[in-house]
């Protein structure tokens, strides 16, 4: 028996012969399809330990984007669950900025498994958006979970550099995965991905315009509580806090009054009056440390109690209607299991830290958050791809007060009328959320219940959400749907 399958069958768990045999066989038999199918078999996730049994294939591995100074961006790709060769391909990125997309969106939101409380197995994500696309996650730029670089200064980056790096990466991938360069691309992503996203759009169509053979087929863009225009998004996150009787009339007041938020950047961002930083700071001191801003609705995870549970492999306490607030740490555990990583073909050359899912190590610009992305959206728009912003609506970091104003702005200046106007979407009989539509091709719309993270806190509903947006249909204004999801 080849060392190769030994080590597979012992990372399995699969001890006696006969059945490490046919592990072996249908390793062969998964080769042989992923080659005939343009796929690279050496990316091909066997089994994740403790994964559930699924139909689809899932690969991951690493795309080098700068050989010369030994820059690589670590992927995952899952196929669509059923009919995946007729699906489309969908592009996911986190934020932060520096923020794991594996971690986020593929583990904890929209891909095909969650880790199990124990933090040692995984279950099944039964609205994986899988179910709807074939999914690609990334974690850029390099310095991000297991993506790295050999080039220390290649950690002191920005929104120029990580467009750039994810503009090669896609053109690599391709390369990888010749049978999807026709395909149909939906590029999304949610918070600082308002800026990853965009930004390689432009980076696209930057490529479609010069390129006189291989065009990208871009078919839409989706962005998530996504940050476009931080002296307007800021302000909303004390409107948001008033709004929701977390602050006083009084603070409220304060902060309106006292408050120039066109002099508030990333950099410097208390560069504003003194009253005003006092109004601030007593908005912040009263919301207080046991609120999750993310999702004011949800309950916190203590991590003593979690590490206690994780020692005792039992499972984590569920609390807030099911949702596992404490998944941040099983998912952390996971996926610093040695076998975990060789499983992922992650970590090839032995980095001197721990996965996390915010990079410690990155030195990112703390002057491009204040970019205005509005005139990116704008491009977009104007080259016939649609565009949809939406929002939790119990998110106060980036809460749908600003989105969805910026949103009308920019209806306004590119000159598009409301086509569908501002009213109800409904899932599975309920109000999903509130949707408006400019032009046939801008859409704004709210996801009730959930949060920053969306498909996190409402993963039927986003996923209804999702499969409106890569099938072309609008969010249905009625009770009944045609969507099956």
Not at 25 to 40: D, F, K, T
Not at 244 to 256: P, V
Not at 447 to 456: F, K, L, S, T
């Amino acid at each position: 028996m080849d060392k190769g399958r030994v080590l597979i069958c012992e990372g399995l768990g699969i001890l006696e012969m006969g059945w490490c045999w046919l592990v072996g066989i249908l390793i062969v038999l998964a080769n042989a399809w992923s080659l005939a199918q343009g796929y690279p078999s050496e990316d091909l996730v066997v089994s994740l330990p403790g994964q559930p049994k699924v139909g689809f294939r899932h690969y991951a591995g690493y795309v080098d984007v700068d050989v010369s100074h030994g820059r690589s961006l670590f992927y995952y790709f899952v196929e669509a669950d059923k009919d995946a060769d007729l699906k489309p391909l969908t592009l996911w990125l986190n934020g932060g900025p520096g923020c794991s997309s594996i971690g986020g969106g593929a583990f904890t939101e929209l891909g095909p498994f969650y880790p199990q409380g124990d933090g040692r197995g995984l279950r099944r994500n039964t609205m994986s958006w899988n179910r709807a696309s074939n999914l690609l996650f990334v974690e850029s730029p390099a310095g991000v979970g297991w993506s790295y670089s050999n080039t220390t200064s290649d950690y002191t980056c920005g929104d120029a550099s990580s467009a750039n790096d994810m503009y090669l990466f896609m053109l690599k991938w391709y390369e990888k995965y010749p049978t999807f360069r026709t395909r149909e691309l939906f590029l999304t992503g949610e918070s600082y991905a308002g800026h990853y996203i965009p930004q390689l759009a432009n980076a696209l169509l930057n490529h479609n315009e010069a390129s006189g053979d291989f065009k990208i087929n871009i078919k839409g863009v989706a962005i998530g509580n996504p940050l476009l225009r931080l002296d307007r998004d800021i302000p909303s996150t004390y409107e948001f806090f008033w709004s929701h009787g977390m602050i006083s009339d009084e603070i409220g007041l304060a902060i309106t009054n006292e408050c120039d938020f066109d002099d508030y950047t990333y950099a410097s961002p208390h560069n504003v009056s003194d009253s005003c930083n006092h109004a601030i700071s007593e908005a912040d001191h009263i919301v207080g440390e046991y609120i999750n801003n993310y999702d004011v609705i949800l309950d916190v995870c203590y991590p003593s109690i979690v590490e206690q549970e994780l020692r005792l492999k039992k499972m984590a306490t569920k609390m807030s209607l099911g949702v596992d607030v404490c998944m941040t740490y099983e998912r952390r555990f996971y996926f610093n299991l040695p076998e975990v990583q060789k499983a992922l073909h992650a970590n090839r050359t032995n980095l001197p830290y721990s996965w996390s899912m915010c990079s410690s190590i990155l030195n990112y610009s703390d002057t491009d958050g204040n970019i205005n992305i509005l005139p990116i959206l704008k491009r977009i728009v104007e080259n016939n791809i649609p565009v949809w912003v939406f929002s939790g609506d119990q998110d106060s970091v980036v809460p749908l007060l600003g989105s969805r104003t910026l949103v009308r702005e920019l209806a306004h200046d590119l000159k598009l009328g409301v086509t569908v106007p501002y009213g109800a979407w409904f899932h599975k009989g309920q109000v999903g959320g509130w949707a408006t539509e400019y032009g046939n091709l801008l859409t704004f719309a709210t996801v009730r219940g959930a949060a920053h993270m969306v498909p996190y806190a409402q993963p039927s509903r986003s996923l209804h959400l999702f499969s409106s947006f890569v099938r072309g249909r609008r969010l249905p204004n009625a009770t009944r749907s045609s969507i099956d999801d």
